[in-house]
């Protein structure tokens, strides 16, 4: 836009703002309406809701932070299903990334076949839960299952995995990395997006290949890798589906996960407003993680040409 | 310019496409009346797959037997029922009536979400009810002295025997085993181990302290109120545990998933894996199913000394008119045919057909359900026991699904030899009555 | 790349597909097995689980005719389509439009909106979802397809993010030019950003093609007639209620499964030609 600094001078304040932001803003319209109508409302409701006792029936009533202090103080169950998400969020979200990292540069070199190979590494993550449960169920089973097959063929007793507290939580750090497909795929696609220019310019240097990668693969994908970071973050302390349908929160209370209990104090004890305040709770935590792979995002993701 | 002459007709045209496939999916026509003039009763339940041909004949049924309304089936995955239905109350935009097999009665009885039926049959038809309906049926109906649902099918619980497995060990029909002690011993003979010693058949397993308590007097639910540590409940609990022990866990944990699958062909019983079950009234028809020529005798759970004979846990589907619903005379008509109530060779026939008990003699009488009966004769026992005197009925009230959570998730312990049985169920009322007292601090009904 | 290299990737590359293929071809065996087949003890007492009893013997095609009649899987499958397109148009529109306004315009508040837009995917959807059900019912649109298909017109927080990395990463300079040749910011999006863009939208139209294929919580709570039913729905009929119809199930998650593969199968040319336009930006 080309506007003189005397112009600038000579519209009003508010003309002014407008020329600078409106573009900016209208680009951002569309998710500035939607959250306007449809997310607000909900989100304050169920903050509103946090401080009352709701049963979905009765109007709610107020009870001030006792939700919240029940939640701290009084409830054992909030904190070790804390702990299990915890310790599932800490190994699954790093796990992830070097599985799918890993997975999508053998997928990106030059071999033939490449289309397929991609498809079988994507298609786990597209299997229906109910069908994936299944077969883990099956696949885990301690005397009919293929580990433990496998595993006999080793001269080595299995344990009994989804049903062993020592091992359950584990199998399902395992299983979640069959869903790797998903991330994989964004970072195929962040891949394709380094010029090629560059390898040819690092291979003229005398680069090897060890060498192109983490000089220029990696750095160039940190953008993608930052994404994944955030989306897994959030994604493990969401984590509910596989546990509902394959241990509910068993053996031994070693799966109950915190969106587990969230759901059953929702559902099952038909307690809104403690499961809003759980909620929040929540929120508040995956935002400080947020907010701080956002701060250190200058040190180590790379933006530009 | 070309550039932006295409972008404008890519635009124009996808604009085109939303309008177009808006229009296509937007009006809400209203539900699907088949027939004309006849006042829509919306029903939700979750009898899909292999159930939902039979549920969808009684609706038909119905439909075709008056002309006043018309009963909508609605099929709800049966793990989401209760959240979408509390979704839709509210909102208040409930069907006009649902069947549930979850333990809620007493829970939405208390939030009201439920109409008493007591208000909507006639006084002669309430008087008929209670007269007439087993007593353990009525007990299920009802919770603080007022009918809240109708049971549609109430589940019961005896003792299979595989008849061959017995033979092998000498016993007969007229033999089987008078007391619980009996059985146990009886049950121990019939285990199999292979080469390494582990084992490849059970002979009895007791699991589910809820089901298995009032063979020993226990129960947990004393008039309404929650209870979890009589002196039967413990008794039931450290049979449990002493199973358990005597098998050490992780065997009975291994060998209890190397099992097929829990209905079909390959169930345990067909299969073979336990030679004794104490199993629900449901699995004559699935035996008759899948392995009609299996050998097998069925009678009640044989008391402990000191235990009761006959003794069972009930378990409904109830059948209840929410309070937000539009056509309750409607629902209550559906609902008196669905079991049978004034129905009886109605009843008898869909009882049949889905393999349930009666609610009352009536019914247990009819023409169609002894027709039932005559094709599945070993059924017959569990009819008997619907007159038992020893019959309990599962927790109700605010706390029924927190109680019974923390019920199971003590035999869990128990089972693993992680507590003692004493130690289990005073954590249950521990737990109980934490959870009362925050209920009355927010100001929540809790008992 | 030497021949040994090649090799050496090729070695590795299959011995990873092996695990990843396990549970889909799990998925497909039992859907050609009969009931009883599912857990054949193949005479060693117990049921064992070995690579030999993946192969169904004999060969049960029938589970797929009976499954697709045992619900109407014509209507449901036309309708899911319809869902799929709508919200695979929707959201990678508008959220290509709201990601360009992040990651090339500057405006007041930017990084406030943007971190904000982040954090409503992290509240649990369990508790917002009686507070937008009530939204909705207000709005009349209970029992509609509306509360599915609207709010994808309105950005996903997940695609924005995405793309707004990705739109970071593109040199300016293009966008300087045409910046400098006088065109507007929705001009230089159009034709600058957006076809330098292509992997990373058919990303998204991808990933929204599957959520919307297998969302089975919205249907689940906004439809009450079976003649708007989709077929992530419709496969959950097959769990009834003292246990489930395996073969069945298998079958029709298969069936399911299927076209997602189809689409992806073919969809990665464009992750291919992206190289091509990518090279040439270089």
């Known amino acids: 836009m080309h506007i003189t600094t005397e112009a600038l001078h000579r519209t009003s304040p508010v003309r002014r703002w407008?020329?600078?932001?409106?573009?900016?803003?209208l680009f951002i319209s569309p998710w500035l309406l939607g959250f306007l109508a449809f997310t607000v409302g909900p989100f304050f409701s169920s903050v509103y809701l946090s401080f009352n006792t709701y049963d979905l029936v009765h109007a709610p009533k107020w009870v001030g932070p006792k939700n919240y202090t029940t939640l701290l103080q009084k409830d054992p169950l909030f904190w070790s299903s804390m702990g299990v998400t915890v310790k599932y969020a800490v190994v699954s979200v790093p796990l992830g990334i070097l599985v799918g990292v890993g997975l999508a540069l053998l997928l990106n070199t030059k071999v033939r076949g490449q289309a397929v190979f991609r498809t079988i590494f994507f298609m786990p993550s597209i299997v229906p839960t109910v069908a994936n449960a299944v077969v883990f169920m099956w696949i885990l089973n301690p005397e009919i299952g293929l580990i433990n097959g496998l595993l006999g063929m080793l001269n080595i007793t299995g344990p009994s995995w989804l049903t062993d507290p020592h091992w359950a939580l584990w199998s399902l750090v395992f299983m979640s990395l069959w869903g790797v497909g998903n991330s994989m795929v964004i970072y195929l696609a962040g891949l394709q997006?380094?010029?090629?220019?560059?390898?040819?310019?690092?291979?003229v240097d005398g680069a090897n290949a060890f060498q192109r990668m983490s000089r220029i693969t990696l750095p160039l994908l940190t953008p993608v890798i930052f994404f994944n970071l955030i989306m897994g973050i959030i994604g493990s302390f969401q984590y509910f589906t596989e546990a509902y349908v394959m241990t509910k929160g068993g053996p031994d209370g070693s799966t109950s996960f915190y969106a587990l209990y969230l759901f059953q104090r929702a559902w099952t004890y038909l307690d809104m407003g403690y499961a809003c305040a759980m909620a929040w709770i929540v929120f508040v935590i995956v935002m400080v993680l947020t907010v701080i792979v956002f701060r250190s995002r200058r040190r180590w993701v790379h933006f530009g040409g | 310019m070309e550039g932006s002459a295409l972008d404008k007709l890519k635009a124009v045209l996808g604009a085109i496409l939303v309008v177009v496939v808006a229009a296509y999916l937007l009006p809400p026509p209203p539900p699907e009346l088949h027939r004309k003039n006849r006042i829509p009763v919306i029903f939700w339940h979750a009898f899909s797959g292999e159930w939902f041909p039979i549920y969808d004949g009684m609706i038909q049924r119905f439909n075709e037997s008056q002309d006043k309304f018309e009963v909508?089936?609605?099929?709800?995955?049966?793990?989401?029922?209760?959240?979408?239905?509390?979704?839709?109350?509210?909102?208040?935009?409930?069907?006009?009536i649902i069947l549930n097999w979850d333990p809620v009665l007493g829970m939405w009885s208390d939030k009201g979400l439920i109409s008493p039926l007591d208000d909507i049959m006639s006084p002669a038809e309430k008087q008929e009810f209670l007269r007439r309906t087993y007593p353990i049926v009525k007990r299920n109906s009802m919770y603080r002295g007022k009918i809240m649902a109708l049971v549609d099918g109430l589940d019961m619980f005896a003792v299979y025997y595989r008849a061959e497995d017995l033979k092998d060990v000498g016993v007969d029909e007229k033999h089987l085993p008078a007391t619980l002690e009996d059985l146990v011993a009886l049950g121990r003979k019939l285990d199999k181990r292979d080469g390494q010693g582990h084992l490849r058949r059970i002979g009895f397993l007791p699991k589910g302290i809820i089901n298995l308590a009032p063979t020993f007097g226990g129960k947990f639910n004393d008039n309404g109120h929650i209870v979890a540590d009589t002196p039967g409940d413990l008794a039931a609990m450290s049979f449990i545990g002493d199973a358990n022990h005597f098998y050490s866990f992780d065997a009975v944990d291994r060998f209890t998933q190397s099992l097929a699958a829990d209905a079909g062909p390959n169930m345990p019983l067909i299969a073979g894996n336990f030679s004794i079950m104490f199993d629900g009234e449901w699995r004559v028809k699935q035996v008759a199913q899948y392995q009609p020529d299996l050998p097998y005798y069925l009678a009640p759970m044989p008391p402990p000394k000191g235990g009761k004979p006959n003794a069972s846990m009930s378990a409904p589907n109830y059948l209840m008119i929410p309070t937000a619903a539009k056509e309750k005379q409607g629902a209550w008509e559906f609902a008196k045919f669905c079991v049978g109530f004034l129905h009886?060779?109605?009843?008898?026939?869909?009882?049949?057909?889905?393999?349930?008990?009666?609610?009352?003699?009536?019914i247990a009488k009819a023409k169609s359900y002894l027709a039932y009966l005559r094709k599945y004769p070993k059924y017959k026992v569990f009819v008997d026991l619907m007159a038992s005197p020893n019959l309990e009925i599962e927790p109700q009230g605010p706390l029924q699904g927190f109680a019974t959570d923390q019920i199971n998730k003590a035999e869990d312990a128990v089972s693993r030899g992680e507590s003692t049985p004493e130690a289990a169920l005073q954590k249950v009322m521990q737990q109980l009555s934490d959870e009362k007292k925050r209920l009355r601090d927010l100001g929540e009904p809790a008992e | 790349m030497t021949i040994y290299q090649k090799i050496a990737i090729y070695l590795v590359l299959i011995a990873l597909a092996i695990p990843a293929l396990l549970p889909m071809s799990w998925m497909v065996s039992t859907s050609l097995k009969t009931d009883k087949q599912v857990f054949a003890t193949e005479g060693k007492g117990t049921p064992t689980v070995s690579l030999h009893s993946l192969v169904p013997s004999p060969v049960q095609w029938k589970n797929y005719p009976n499954a697709l009649a045992a619900v109407p899987f014509r209507t449901y499958l036309r309708n899911t389509v319809m869902l799929c397109l709508i919200n695979v148009f929707g959201v990678v529109l508008s959220s290509a439009i709201v990601a360009y306004g992040f990651a090339r315009t500057n405006f007041v508040a930017k990084n406030f909106f943007f971190v904000l837009m982040i954090s409503t995917m992290a509240v649990p959807p369990q508790v917002t979802m009686v507070p937008v059900f009530a939204l909705f019912r207000a709005l009349g649109w209970y029992g509609t397809y509306l509360p599915l298909t609207v709010p994808a017109f309105f950005g996903a927080p997940f695609f924005i993010f995405l793309l707004t990395q990705f739109f970071q990463k593109l040199p300016e300079d293009m966008s300087e030019a045409a910046r400098l040749d006088g065109s507007s910011e929705w001009g230089i999006f159009t034709r600058v950003v957006l076809p330098l863009s292509k992997p990373a939208l058919a990303t998204c139209g991808i990933f929204q093609f599957m959520w919307t294929w297998n969302d089975f919580l919205g249907p689940l709570i906004y439809l009450n007639r079976p003649s708007l039913y989709t077929v992530a729905y419709g496969l959950q009929q097959f769990m009834s209620k003292n246990g489930g119809e395996w073969t069945l199930l298998m079958a029709g998650a298969t069936v399911f499964t299927a076209p997602i593969i189809v689409l992806f199968f073919f969809a990665q040319k464009t992750f291919i030609q992206g190289i091509a336009t990518t090279g040439a930006k270089g």
């Open chain 2, 72 to 96: 909508i089936g609605v099929v709800v995955p049966g793990e989401e029922l209760t959240t979408k239905f509390l979704l839709s109350a509210s909102g208040g935009a409930t069907p006009d």
């Open chain 2, 344 to 362: 009886p060779e109605d009843g008898g026939r869909n009882m049949g057909e889905m393999g349930w008990l009666p609610d009352d003699p009536e």
């Open chain 1, 193 to 203: 997006d380094i010029p090629a220019h560059l390898y040819e310019a690092a291979t």
């Open chain 1, 18 to 25: 407008l020329r600078q932001n409106a573009t900016g803003l």
